[in-house]
């Protein structure tokens, strides 16, 4: 089965300050991992995601994140951190799905880390 | 363009009861799916659906029943609602089935049972 944990579920910076959030996957074959953001009070929205094309993916808003398979990691990372920024960040994988190779969209996500940026 | 339209975003029922949250997209998907989201576990799938008239379960789907009678809408049914049930439902569309596909969200159902 495939999984994601991500390792801290609150992390509070600076405004201006590096955000970093981080996720590990476990996974049978080649993942596809997204991140998603969670503003207060609304629906999940995709930051970024990883199809197995460049290691290195860039997002929305100035996230990016970059697919190490020796680690098993797709850590999400902001140079400068907005007080906008502030939100919960979930990483997820694409279920592998049926036989027929096809998950049907459906994701397994984290836990969750709720980014905190102080002024 | 509304994306995927949640109703209602906060609800309170009491133990025992029913009730339908609905969600309605309009991006012409035929992919659709409910999550619930409990503080510290992520989103769990309750069920999904692959187009008009095919719904099947997902991970957590006890207590809950789907229908999908058009591409548009695609209600969950709680049935003799359990405290249990406390959650944020989230409702999913995707225009695709293949693994990279981007998920739209709606803005949630805030239900409590008390």
């Known amino acids: 089965a495939q999984s994601v944990t991500q390792l801290g579920s609150h992390v509070s910076v600076s405004e201006g300050a590096l955000v970093l959030l981080r996720c590990n996957y476990s996974s049978s074959v080649p993942p596809y991992l997204f991140w998603y953001v969670q503003y207060p009070n609304q629906g999940l929205q995709l930051l970024l995601k990883?199809?197995?094309?460049?290691?290195l993916v860039k997002g929305i808003n100035g996230f990016e994140a970059e697919f190490k398979k020796s680690e098993t990691s797709f850590h999400l990372t902001k140079p400068s951190a907005h007080m906008s920024d502030a939100a919960e960040y979930f990483c997820?994988?694409?279920?592998?799905?049926?036989?027929?190779?096809?998950?049907?969209?459906?994701?397994?996500f984290g836990q969750g880390t709720i980014l905190t940026v102080h002024p | 363009n509304a994306g995927v339209t949640q109703t209602p975003k906060f609800r309170i029922l009491k133990i025992g009861q029913s009730m339908t949250l609905q969600c309605t997209q309009d991006m012409n998907h035929n992919y659709m799916y409910w999550y619930r989201q409990d503080p510290g576990m992520g989103l769990k799938l309750i069920y999904y659906?692959?187009?008009?008239?095919?719904?099947d379960k997902g991970e957590v789907p006890n207590g809950y029943n789907v229908s999908r009678s058009t591409t548009e809408d695609f209600p969950l049914r709680l049935e003799l609602a359990a405290p249990s049930q406390t959650s944020v439902y989230f409702c999913a569309s995707t225009a695709t089935r293949a693994r990279g596909t981007e998920a739209f969200f709606g803005q949630g159902t805030r239900l409590t049972v008390v």
């Open positions: 997820a994988v694409s279920d592998l799905g049926n036989a027929g190779g096809t998950s049907y969209g459906k994701l397994t």
């Open positions: 990883y199809t197995s094309a460049a290691t």
């Open positions: 659906s692959v187009g008009a008239g095919i719904t």
